[in-house]
């Protein structure tokens, strides 16, 4: 009789003893370490792993900053890019965010608003060779009322057409169109030899959005327009121009310019129809590069170049903008203990100063530091055209990395869904602007 | 004419079945020698056979994604959730089913709601309450809200399946002088295999795949689990299928491994249960 | 089914049993549930700085077209899910207990297997399948002479929700199946007797027989399938993102798109409050539409 109750004690005495055990252990392994040393280390969370099957710019610095700095401890968090949003969101959230992280141009006025973030500019002035050395304007992103919050390392262009050079001159384009009307008849030629002009992966909605939208937009409204709409000063989305640019992408579907698959498939596999010869040309930013020269079939690869959309006759704005400038910067948590600061700075301009800018470029990426003569460094065959055809261009802003984040991702969706028939461009323009008035109010 | 028609519809169902299990086991063998092509040969069809199996797809997985610890650390709270649910689950349902005392039915409908939860709501509450209770980034983090949430399965399992076991055994053996506890476990956890073999299985599953709290509750990379580790092949611009097919093998092979294993259990244990039932 | 009290156990016992789950359930369920509840009366975008704005995120909801639309598409899911999984899963389970199905043991083994693949491998399989140039369903079409039936299964948004739950009823099967077995085998011997007969008559009659035996097995089985498709998301999100446009964004989906896209955290625990009212408000529905309660 005594038997059961004995054992079904012991069962739950063994379970939770284990469970205890466990916990102890584990703490013995992460924080068993001298309390002291453990408030001196950096909490620093990026996404940047140096095991990744895509090697990065920034992984390489930041193991060299490490050994350079063997005195400098960290208590690192790398997160896939994906992950990273969510978790950065939950601590931002929490109020838990780490002392070093990585945040996006859009999320800069929400955490800024929440008092989360670190102005920078102290840290900025204390060497004006780094402050100096980057390209004018990268910073305005991640600056709100003259303070800087955030330190970005690169700042490419989020659109750029890649085109298979064969395939064009099949359609009897032997250079690329250079007018928009000409860009719609190579559309045209192309529909008809049954090759998909442009391969299109908007599965992930940003897509359009940031490598199409930013641009065309720009194009047809001018950038006093954007900016007039994000600072709430009369611009609208239903404006005349706008609407137009609307109805220029949608027009893109009516003429058959992309694959059918488009909103089932992800930015990687419309690279992939592009790779196997299906598609003449796909768009996305400067990322691309890297990713065609380590993935492509070899006669892809020396047939490809680079291009940005041609000039739209009639339209208002610069006809050589480009969006681009903005992507994930450094920033630190404002409840930060100041004894940490030097190293943090040291640390940011090590992996962002125009010495790592000559290690973005060798891995194919635009770097926000200026580099003194290019021609030394050696660069591959679609890097070095996209740094030509860069001096051409001038950047206009990325909607999806300035607008709130509601804001962009109404609007990713709306996109959608006008590409998908479910609104007409005016019908989208109204849809977007009673967002944008629902959030200004 | 009856026994051709018997026969058709006979061939019929053999059809059906054999259809059907096919489309339920073909999805795995294609992952597995999907995982051994090169990258561009699965661009190219991705239907085709590997010309030359890639093991190296395997390696780079264990390197990149270091499954092997998270491999682990999925075996561990797995393993834990599984033990702590059934145990919980068990005798909660057991007094459920049994007995009549206040707030019974208050109790019952606060588990089963929970079945109704969709975490992803529930992320950032977890994780402030976590922040305040200590309890982030241990070992043991994971377990609680496993137990937690598959507590409402397990009671709603346990107390389903222990009503329709006849009351009056255990009355004779309480008549007979046994102890209560005595007779929650000589008589009526044995009769409870069926679910305990189910419960084995969706458990451990449950909590193997899980990711929504492994992300935001774990920190430390030597604390991760195999959910985590497969988005580690899928970057911000990049993704190589082949590599990440490598790595939902090694995921998807243990469970299915472990399902295995108990599925004759599973089914022992359902005829038992139906010949004491 | 009421105990004798000779079998109630001491007190202390009793609370031994029960407590350790109550406590547990309390803290990791139902005060982070309690929580969310409390987020959804502010405005709040994340951090330290929270506006108490009463109901407005409810009336906010309460008009919310997105809102509403990713409702219905769960109705859709669990439509289907109720008479796909639980009805092809009793379907196999009387073909499983007759005499003239060959390999039993195999059938009831395979069909569970996809109950243990995740959500993820699931989602990208399928994605794989539905592909519209290198899918495995197209290619099948095409190579059975069907080109016509080609369709890009996962762009069209008037097919797109039926694309995204047939993976949805097909993972499940295997598990309503397992439940129905179990059921059915504790049934008695004299329904197994009708089994012997082979052939149709024998199927209709065990059909007519154990459907209702089984009443109470498929009234949970309904109630278990309503709880898991209110909340799908997981794969849905894999193959398609919600898209194309919103598609096929159901309501958890949109649940995290607001707070963790958008960033309106208030408006997103609002939203899953609501997806818990409506998922209790079914399953009441589906319990009078079932008749008696079961206790």
Not at chain 1, 388 to 408: F, M, Q, V
Not at chain 3, 206 to 229: E, H, Q, R, V, W
Request: net charge neutral; hydrophobic share 45%; glycine share 6%.
């Amino acid at each position: 009789m005594k038997k059961g109750f004995k054992r079904m004690t012991a069962m739950m005495l063994i379970s939770s003893l284990v469970l205890v055990a466990t916990a102890c252990g584990s703490n013995d392994a992460t924080e068993g370490t001298d309390e002291a040393k453990a408030t001196s280390k950096i909490k620093f969370m990026h996404m940047y792993d140096k095991n990744s099957s895509q090697p990065s710019h920034q992984a390489e610095l930041i193991e060299q900053f490490k050994a350079a700095n063997p005195d400098v401890t960290f208590d690192e968090e790398i997160q896939s890019h994906d992950n990273y949003e969510t978790k950065i969101k939950t601590l931002a959230a929490a109020n838990e965010l780490p002392d070093v992280f990585l945040v996006k141009p859009s999320m800069v006025s929400t955490f800024v608003e929440n008092g989360l973030l670190l102005p920078l500019n102290d840290q900025l002035d204390k060497n004006t060779a780094w402050k100096e050395g980057f390209n004018e304007g990268v910073l305005d992103p991640y600056t709100i009322d003259g303070k800087t919050y955030g330190i970005q390392m690169t700042g490419g262009p989020t659109h750029v057409i890649y085109y298979n050079k064969e395939l064009i001159a099949n359609a009897g384009f032997s250079e690329f169109p250079k007018t928009w009307t000409e860009f719609e008849t190579l559309i045209n030629k192309l529909v008809e030899q049954k090759i998909t002009p442009i391969a299109l992966g908007n599965k992930g909605k940003w897509v359009a959005n940031s490598s199409y939208m930013s641009t065309l937009g720009d194009r047809f409204t001018g950038t006093e327009w954007f900016t007039s709409l994000i600072d709430n000063k009369g611009a609208k989305f239903t404006d005349p121009e706008f609407v137009q640019a609307l109805g220029a992408l949608k027009n893109l579907v009516t003429i058959g310019a992309f694959n059918k698959d488009m909103n089932s498939i992800d930015n990687n596999q419309q690279r992939t129809l592009y790779y196997n010869g299906k598609a003449a040309m796909f768009i996305e930013g400067n990322w691309a590069v890297t990713a065609i020269e380590t993935s492509a079939p070899k006669e892809i690869i020396e047939n490809t170049a680079v291009a940005v959309f041609p000039a739209i006759e009639g339209a208002k704005g610069d006809q050589n903008s480009v969006s681009g400038g903005g992507g994930w910067a450094y920033a630190v948590n404002t409840n930060i203990d100041p004894a940490k600061l030097d190293n943090i700075q040291k640390l940011i301009q090590s992996v962002t100063d125009s010495e790592a800018a000559k290690l973005m470029l060798k891995y194919g990426d635009i770097p926000s530091s200026k580099v003194e003569n290019i021609e030394g460094i050696e660069l591959t065959p679609i890097s070095k055209d996209l740094l030509k055809l860069l001096e051409t261009t001038k950047y206009s802003p990325i909607y999806d990395t300035r607008l709130s984040p509601a804001l962009t991702e109404a609007m990713n969706t709306i996109l959608q869904e006008m590409m998908i028939d479910k609104y007409t461009p005016e019908q989208a323009a109204e849809v977007l602007q009673k967002e944008y008035d629902n959030e200004m109010k | 004419m009856t026994k051709t028609a018997n026969r058709i519809s006979q061939i019929a169902i053999n059809v059906f079945l054999f259809a059907v299990s096919l489309s339920c086991i073909f999805p795995l063998i294609w992952m597995l020698y999907s995982s051994l092509k090169t990258s561009q040969e699965f661009d190219l069809n991705i239907m085709s056979l590997p010309s030359k199996p890639q093991f190296q797809n395997y390696i780079d997985a264990f390197e990149i994604g270091k499954m092997g610890t998270y491999f682990w650390n999925s075996a561990f709270v797995s393993l834990f959730t599984v033990i702590f649910t059934i145990l919980f689950g068990f005798f909660t349902a057991y007094i459920l089913a049994r007995f009549k005392f206040p707030f019974r039915n208050v109790i019952y409908f606060m588990f089963l709601t929970g079945m109704l939860i969709p975490v992803h709501g529930l992320l950032i509450p977890i994780f402030v309450e976590f922040k305040a209770l200590g309890l982030l980034d241990k070992r043991i983090t994971l377990i609680f809200p496993y137990v937690a949430f598959n507590l409402s399965m397990a009671i709603f399992l346990f107390e389903n399946f222990i009503k329709t076991v006849p009351i009056d055994v255990e009355e004779a053996a309480c008549i007979d002088g046994s102890s209560s506890t005595n007779t929650v476990f000589r008589i009526v956890l044995p009769l409870c295999m069926p679910v305990i073999s189910t419960s084995i299985i969706l458990f451990f599953l449950g909590a193997w795949n899980e990711f929504p709290f492994a992300l935001v509750l774990i920190k430390s990379a030597e604390l991760r689990t195999l959910p985590i580790g497969l988005t580690n092949f899928n970057g911000q611009y990049t993704a190589n299928y082949t590599q990440m097919l490598a790595a939902m093998v090694i995921v998807v092979l243990p469970v299915v491994v472990v399902y295995l294993a108990f599925a004759k259990k599973v089914m022992q244990g359902m005829t038992a249960g139906a010949v004491k039932g | 089914m009421e105990s004798s009290p000779a079998m109630r156990p001491k007190r202390i016992t009793f609370l031994i049993y029960l407590l350790p789950s109550v406590i547990l359930f309390a803290f990791m369920v139902l005060v982070p549930v309690i929580l969310a509840v409390r987020y959804s009366f502010f405005n709040w975008s994340g951090g330290p700085k929270m506006e108490f704005i009463g109901l407005d995120n409810y009336m906010t909801l309460i008009k919310d077209s997105y809102f509403w639309n990713a409702f219905l598409k769960n109705l859709l899911i669990v439509f289907f899910s109720v008479f796909g999984q639980i009805g092809i899963a009793f379907v196999i389970s009387i073909f499983l207990m007759s005499k003239v199905v060959k390999w039993k043991g195999f059938h009831r083994t395979v069909i569970f297997i996809p109950v243990v693949l995740s959500s993820v491998v699931i989602g990208f399989l399928w994605g794989m399948i539905f592909n519209q140039d290198a899918g495995m369903l197209n290619w099948l079409l095409s190579s059975v002479g069907l080109e016509s039936w080609i369709r890009p299964w996962l762009d069209d948004p008037n097919i797109v929700m039926f694309s995204v739950t047939v993976p949805i009823v097909w993972q499940y099967i295997g598990f309503y199946l397992i439940i129905f077995l179990a059921a059915m085998q504790s049934i008695n011997s004299e329904v197994y007797e009708m089994a012997e007969l082979d052939g149709a008559t024998g199927f209709k009659k065990m059909l007519y027989i154990t459907f209702p035996l089984l009443s109470d097995t498929i009234k949970i089985a309904i109630m278990l399938c309503i709880a898991g498709n209110m909340k799908a998301f997981d794969s849905i999100f894999v193959m398609t993102g919600g898209g194309p446009g919103s598609s096929s964004t159901v309501m958890a989906q949109y649940a995290y798109d607001t707070s963790f896209k958008s960033f309106k955290l208030g408006y997103g625990s609002t939203i899953s409050v609501g997806i818990m009212i409506l998922s209790v408000g079914l399953i009441v529905i589906s319990r009078l539409i079932g008749g008696k309660k079961r206790d």
